[in-house]
C-alpha cells in the first residue's frame, strides 16, 4: 500500500484517504506520497491513446489502492467530475499560427472557466465520497486568489457532507469571479471578502495557518481544505501535462518544453512530479509576473517575501509558493533539511539555499517575470496574428516562452492557458487598444447571466479577520448542528 508522508517529516505515514481529508499534515507539513511510480516508455505509448478520463483512471490508480477505492468507484469519480465540461476531452489545445511548434493547452473548459475545475471537479467529489462512506461531516476552509474558490465552491455547493468557507482579498479579484461565489444559492456556501489585505491571497493562507494549529478549533469544526495543499489537487494536476503531450508529439519519447504561469507553484508542481515520473518534458518556464518570488528561486535561488503588487494576472499573485517544498522533497528526500529551511524562512524572511541544492532544484528549468505592459502587449499581439485571445495568464506563459526562445530551441512548446479570458473582461478591453466592448472570445454566457443573479455572503476587514471569521464560523456551526 502507497503511504503518505509529511515533506517537514512529523507525524507518522497515512493512507490515501487520510492524506485527502486532512489536507495539511499533522505537523503543518504537506502529505507527499513515500515514493513516485516510474512511469516507463512502454507506459507511456500505452497512454499516449486514451481519453482524458481513461488516462487519469490510468494515472490515479498509481496512486490510489484498490483497498482504499474500487476500479469501479474510482471509473465513477472520474466521469462524475468531468461530465459538465464544455469539450468532451476536457482539455483541448490550439496551435499558434505566428510561433513556430507553439501550442495553447486550455485548461478552462470547467464550470468555473479556470484550471482549478480539472482538480477540485475530482478532489471535491473525492471528499464527498469518503466522508459519506463515514457518515461524517467537514468544514471546507479555503482562500483564494481568483480562480481556486469559485471552484471549489460550485463542486462543493449543495454536498450534505460539506460545509465551505471561501476567503478572498476583496477588490483583488475581478467581479466575474466573485460573482461566481457570491451567487451561488446554497446554504453550505459562504464567501467571505476580506478588505485591505496588504499581501493579499497570502494573508488569508496565513489565517488557515493559525486555525489549522489551533487543534480545539480544527477538531471541533472539524476543518479541512482542497486548497493545492491537499495532495489530490497535486495528483490531478499531473494528468494534463501527460493528455498534452500526447497531444502534440509526433512519437512517444520526443522532448517537448512548457510555459506555465506561476504563482503558488500549484499546477507546476504536478507537472514536475510527471516529469520526475519519466515525462519527457526538456525544459519547464516558470512564468511569472511582478510579484516574482517563483523567478527568484529559480534564477538566483533565493526564497524571500517582498511586497504584494497587484497585477492584471491576479491569480498568480502569490508571494508564498507553499508547493515548491512539496516539489522540493522529490528532489532531496530529506525532510530534515526542508523543515529546517522552511525554519529558516519564517524566522528571517528570507533563505538562499546553497549552491548544490540550487542546481539540482532549478535544473531544467527557466523563469522570468512579465510586466503588466509584456502581458498586455502579448494579448495585442497574438489577438492580432492569430486571431486567438489569450487571458493575462496564458499571455504571460508566452511573453516568458519568447523570452526564452533561443535557449528553447526548436522544440514543440506548450503554453499553458489556465483561465478563459472572459474572467477578465477589463484587462481584454485595455490589451485591445483601450476599446468599449469585447470580442466574442471575451464573453461567456455563464457569467453574463451571473450579472442578474442576487450575491449574498461576508465582507470582514483584515484587521479583524480572525475574530470576525472564527466567531461566523462558529455561529454557523452550532446552527447547523442544531
Known amino acids: 500500500m502507497i503511504k503518505y508522508v509529511s515533506n517537514t517529516g512529523g507525524g507518522t505515514a497515512v493512507d490515501f484517504e487520510t492524506a485527502i481529508l486532512d489536507g495539511f499534515a499533522v505537523d503543518g ?52 467530475a468531468y461530465k459538465d465540461f464544455e469539450c468532451k476531452d476536457v482539455v483541448e489545445l490550439h496551435q ?62 449543495g454536498k450534505s457532507t460539506l460545509d465551505t468557507w471561501v476567503l478572498y482579498p476583496k477588490n483583488l479579484i475581478t467581479r466575474e469571479q466573485e460573482r461566481q461565489m457570491t451567487t451561488l444559492p446554497h446554504d453550505n ?38 486548497n493545492s495543499i491537499n495532495w489530490g489537487r497535486v495528483m490531478m494536476q499531473a494528468v494534463h501535462y501527460f493528455y498534452g503531450y500526447f497531444r502534440v508529439v509526433d512519437f512517444v519519447g520526443e522532448e517537448i518544453n512548457t510555459s506555465v504561469p506561476s504563482g503558488g507553484f500549484g499546477n507546476l508542481c504536478g507537472g514536475s512530479l510527471a516529469r520526475i515520473m519519466g515525462l519527457p ?30 497585477t492584471l494576472s491576479s491569480a498568480i499573485d502569490i508571494l508564498f509558493p507553499y508547493n515548491f517544498w512539496r516539489y522540493l522533497y522529490f528532489v532531496i528526500p530529506d525532510s530534515a533539511k526542508i523543515k529546517e529551511l522552511r525554519a529558516e524562512y519564517d524566522r528571517t524572511g528570507s533563505v538562499k539555499f546553497d549552491a548544490d541544492l540550487f542546481e539540482r532544484f532549478s535544473n531544467g528549468y ?68 483601450g476599446g468599449s466592448s ?31 471569521v472564527r466567531d461566523a464560523m462558529e455561529h454557523n456551526w452550532t446552527l447547523k448542528r442544531r
Open 281 to 310: 518534458v526538456q525544459t519547464y518556464v516558470v512564468a511569472s509576473n511582478r510579484n516574482d518570488s517563483l523567478n527568484r528561486i529559480f534564477s538566483q535561488g533565493v526564497c524571500s517575501k517582498a511586497e504584494l503588487h497587484p
Open 366 to 433: 527557466l523563469s522570468m517575470s512579465a510586466s503588466d505592459e509584456q502581458t498586455l502587449g502579448m494579448i495585442d499581439e497574438v489577438y492580432k496574428s492569430d486571431g486567438y485571445l489569450l487571458d493575462p495568464h496564458g499571455a504571460v506563459a508566452v511573453v516568458a516562452a519568447d523570452n526564452h526562445r533561443e535557449r528553447l530551441g526548436d522544440r514543440k512548446l506548450i503554453c499553458v492557458a489556465t483561465a478563459h479570458p472572459a474572467k477578465f473582461p477589463e484587462v481584454t478591453k485595455k490589451a485591445l487598444n
Open 189 to 226: 456556501i459562504h464567501a467571505v471578502g476580506v478588505h485591505d489585505c496588504p499581501d493579499g491571497g497570502d494573508d488569508l493562507d496565513d489565517l488557515i495557518g493559525v486555525l489549522y494549529a489551533d487543534e480545539a478549533f480544527k477538531e471541533r469544526l472539524r476543518l479541512s481544505s482542497v
Open 96 to 157: 499558434l499560427k505566428s510561433r513556430k511548434s507553439t501550442f495553447v493547452m486550455e485548461l478552462f473548459h470547467g464550470p468555473t472557466l479556470s484550471f482549478k475545475d480539472i482538480g477540485q471537479a475530482f478532489l471535491v467529489n473525492l471528499v464527498h465520497f469518503f466522508l459519506d462512506r463515514r457518515g461524517e461531516y467537514k468544514t471546507l476552509l479555503i482562500a483564494t486568489t481568483g480562480d481556486t474558490g469559485p471552484a471549489a465552491a460550485h463542486f462543493a455547493a
Open 29 to 80: 507539513g504537506l502529505y507527499v506520497p513515500e515514493r513516485l511510480p516510474e512511469v516507463d516508455k512502454t507506459t507511456l505509448e500505452r497512454w499516449s491513446k486514451l481519453t482524458y478520463t481513461q488516462l487519469a483512471f490510468e494515472f490515479l490508480s498509481l496512486f490510489i489502492d484498490r483497498s482504499i477505492i474500487s476500479a469501479k468507484d474510482l471509473e465513477e469519480l472520474i466521469r462524475e
Open 438 to 468: 469585447l470580442p466574442a472570445a471575451g464573453l461567456h454566457a455563464s457569467l453574463e447571466s451571473a450579472k442578474n443573479e442576487p450575491e449574498s455572503g461576508h465582507e470582514f476587514s483584515f484587521s479583524h479577520l480572525e475574530a470576525e
